[in-house]
């Protein structure tokens, strides 16, 4: 049985910062990349970030790049998503995602064959 949990998530002003969660459980061994998407009301989900796990190779959208950082704790099986200087548009509901296998892409929400059930961001104005 595969888990991702995220936290972290709140309220927070223009200009602030917050750290997001995702522990994973399960068969954590198998994962090749964790991401970050988010899903604001009304909009599809997007891509925020990914670390590739064999490489240690990051990707970031254009949107935050710059301003999040995504990083690892391995012997946590946690994921982390670092947000500064956030800005009212990054309010979404962020989910984290593991791909088991590896893909071409790691921008796509068809790449990721696991889900957690999202944690709310808030950023007021």
């Known amino acids: 049985q595969v888990q991702l949990v995220e936290s972290g998530g709140g309220l927070v002003q223009t200009g602030g910062s917050l750290r997001l969660s995702c522990a994973a459980s399960?068969?954590?061994?198998?994962?090749?990349?964790m991401g970050w998407f988010r899903q604001a009301p009304g909009k599809e989900r997007e891509f925020v970030a990914v670390d590739r796990w064999r490489g240690g190779i990051t990707y970031y959208a254009t949107s935050v790049k710059g301003r999040f950082t995504i990083s690892r704790d391995n012997a946590k099986n946690t994921v982390y998503l670092q947000m500064n200087s956030v800005k009212p548009e990054d309010t979404a509901v962020y989910y984290c995602?593991?791909?088991?296998?590896?893909?071409?892409?790691?921008?796509?929400?068809?790449?990721?064959?696991?889900w957690g059930q999202g944690t709310q961001v808030t950023v007021s104005s």
């Open positions: 995602a593991a791909a088991s296998s590896s893909r071409s892409y790691y921008d796509t929400t068809a790449s990721y064959d696991y």
């Open positions: 399960g068969r954590t061994f198998s994962y090749y990349a």
